[in-house]
């Protein structure tokens, strides 16, 4: 049982970040369309909320490893 909710815990947080930096990138990408002079502010914003974003998946590893071998 250990094992199953070790993998639901990775496998969860592993889809949230995928969606989560799509859903970023898009916008940061829509947002550079709209106005390309703001592209450098764009970019340094979505690699800080990428970086925030894949916290995510690490968080769900070490909570795996933690509910597995506990």
């Known amino acids: 049982m250990e094992f199953l ?3 639901l815990v990775i496998g ?3 889809i949230g ?3 989560g ?7 940061t990408v829509e947002g550079i369309a709209r106005q390309p002079e703001a592209r450098g ?8 909320g990428v970086g ?8 769900g590893v070490v909570l ?3 509910i597995y071998f506990a």
């Open 5 to 7: 909710a070790a993998a």
């Open 12 to 14: 969860l947080g592993a």
């Open 17 to 19: 970040a995928g969606v």
């Open 21 to 27: 930096n799509g859903m970023i990138v898009s916008k």
């Open 41 to 48: 502010q764009l970019q340094a914003t979505m690699f800080i």
């Open 52 to 59: 925030i974003v894949e916290v995510v998946p690490i968080i």
């Open 64 to 66: 795996g490893f933690l």
